[in-house]
């Protein structure tokens, strides 16, 4: 049997099969869409993040998300990027009008934010209180072992929250938990 031979990319687009998918951006976590397993609640005052790897250099000015179920009220909600150390490398700011309808939404970060390839970074949404029936979000479903296999800490724990925080802080501080559910995003040009 001869072995499988994957198709090269052309130079600089970076990637690979599941990875990139030649889009402008990428996802988190890597299979987006295709890992969807449920809905997830806004927890007011928390912040959920996803570790992924930027597929090739490029630089973010959004991020997005889908709203499955909407809020009974105008929520605001904060979306950004940290490094693999915990600091913050952009974010929207708490922003409203995008938790209380259906579908897709694009939140703009404050100042864009140049990844290279290669570099670990986590994906994050940070809410703040809750007025009424809380939004929905596609998520993906894990136990709450599963993101700690590679490690319990930033720059290893593959899926954390952290509590007390909106919007999103500047550095993690203290000791962020692994989730048992994480928002599928889009980390986007």
């Known amino acids: 049997m001869s072995p499988r031979i994957i198709p090269a990319y052309p130079s ?4 690979g ?4 998918f030649q889009q402008a951006g990428f996802w988190a976590p890597p299979l987006g869409p295709y890992c ?13 993040g996803t570790r992924t790897v930027c597929p090739r250099a490029m630089t973010i000015t959004k991020m997005g998300f889908v709203v499955n179920v909407s809020a009974s009220v ?10 693999g150390a915990g600091n913050r490398l952009a974010s929207s700011g708490s922003v409203s009008g995008r938790l209380n309808a259906l579908g897709a939404k694009i939140i703009p970060l404050t100042a864009p934010v140049t990844l290279s390839a290669g570099q670990v970074i986590y ?7 809750v007025g009424g029936t ?6 993906m479903n ?4 599963m993101p700690q296999l590679f490690g319990t800490a930033i720059p290893q724990l593959e899926g954390m929250q952290l509590g007390g925080n909106f919007p999103l802080p500047a550095v993690f501080s203290g000791s962020p938990a692994s989730y048992t559910a994480g928002p599928v995003m889009a980390v986007m040009q």
């Open 17 to 20: 099969i599941g990875v990139d």
């Open 36 to 48: 969807y397993y449920g809905n997830l609640a806004v927890n007011p005052s928390r912040v959920l």
């Open 12 to 15: 600089g687009a970076g990637g």
């Open 74 to 83: 105008d929520d605001p909600v904060d979306v950004g990027i940290y490094d």
């Open 123 to 129: 994906a994050c949404m940070a809410f703040g209180t």
């Open 142 to 145: 894990t136990s709450v072992v």
């Open 134 to 139: 809380a939004a929905q979000f596609y998520a």
